[in-house]
């Protein structure tokens, strides 16, 4: 069965989230089935594909053809002992190293709460993420879904006089920042340092369709040269406007859906599922983009 992508919701969103089907990503791909993906997922921003039982190093060789990975303990709290996974893998679970599910009070849990928060992958780092590639190997009975907003759209109903506005600013991402949010302040010094804030343009243009889009997140707490009260509140409007219905698409997990999307043109969140009885463990591969967005083409 030969490559193929349609929309997920072609009545809503034509060319946002897409859905893959003809590939067995436990295969090694011939190079022009990874060119259709890149080409795929540059129009449609997330891909779905169904049904993949990969193991972690399946999805890590898979993910690893569009570039280098992240190492994820760059993007989380330290921790000391082993690891449930490889580093190059973010768990994005609610289980402890022994697979158990985590006490309602663990550190990690509160700090992980910040995932149900709008955000783009690692746009807390100077380089920030390219695509995530999220592997679905077990969920809840009940909620848990992802939702995805199409920045791109954003931008493109925004009036003229603010696009003028935003064009060159550029705001600072902190972990510290989205988490103050929820009234996460358990933070080391080692932390507080490497979560110290990086900036990160406002709005970006795609490489490789030219179009440009908001580059939003729950990270972003100010903007460069701007009083922070009126900084805030701008960023609070964009990012409601950025995540009206009308942008959002809300993916529904089945076990073995790995969902890759492109983090330079979409937000995204995870909703609320009864983590204190049922496991969500989720795996996630992180491919780095090629340099700080201020170094970039606007």
Sequence with gaps: MPLSVA?????????FFGVVSGLDLRRPLPAADIAAIEAAIARFGVLLFRDQTLTDEEQMDFSARFGPLEDSRTGTLQQTGPRRLDVRMADISNLDTDSKLLAQDDRRRMFNLGNMLWHTDSSFK???AKFSLLSARTIPSTGGNT??????AAYDAL???TKTEINDLVCEHSLIYSRSLLGFADWNE???RAFAPVPQRLVRRHPVTGRKNLYLASHAGTIRGWQMPEARVVLRDLLEHATERRFVHAHVWRLHDLVMWDNRVTM???RRYPANEQVRDMRRTTVADIAPTLEQAA
């Design 190 to 192: 080692d932390e507080r």
């Design 126 to 128: 100077p380089t920030p």
């Design 268 to 270: 995204h969140r995870a």
């Design 159 to 161: 009036d003229p006089a």
């Design 7 to 15: 929309p997920a919701d072609p009545a809503r969103h034509p060319d």
């Design 147 to 152: 939702e995805y907003a199409d920045m791109r």
